[in-house]
């Protein structure tokens, strides 16, 4: 009896930092914050062209512009869910629709400017 009375402090104890239960389940991933300045590269028909994409702005109001030899443009309709991110540009030929996911602070995608279409991926700076 004086042996199991010395062992209930420590069954107690060992009881208690057990838990008792399954883990707890890990937190959610922080959401996509895609602000920031991104060094790109599209590849059009094997052709490369190299752009810099900025976007500024809070989640459902994000801005932004793009910058290269041909221009600057402004960038429109950019929508986030998850590690994904479309956007528009409005060049003046044509609209350009870009679909994006990324891993870090990296994205690769694809556009489609009317038929017409090819890759992109982009560096954060």
Known sequence: MKRLMALMPFALVLAACS?????????????LDPVGV?????????????????IEGEPGAYTGTVDSDMGAM???DISVEGDDMTFMIDTPDMAV?????????????DFDAGGMGGVITGTKR
Not at 101 to 109: C, L, Q, R, V
Request: glycine share 16%.
């Open 38 to 54: 991104y060094d790109c590269s599209l590849d059009v028909d094997g052709m490369e062209i190299m752009a810099t994409l900025s």
């Open 19 to 31: 838990g008792g239960g399954a883990p707890a389940a890990p937190p959610a991933p922080p959401p």
């Open 74 to 76: 402004p960038v429109g």
């Open 97 to 109: 629709f870009f679909a994006v996911t990324f891993d870090g602070t990296n994205f690769a995608g």
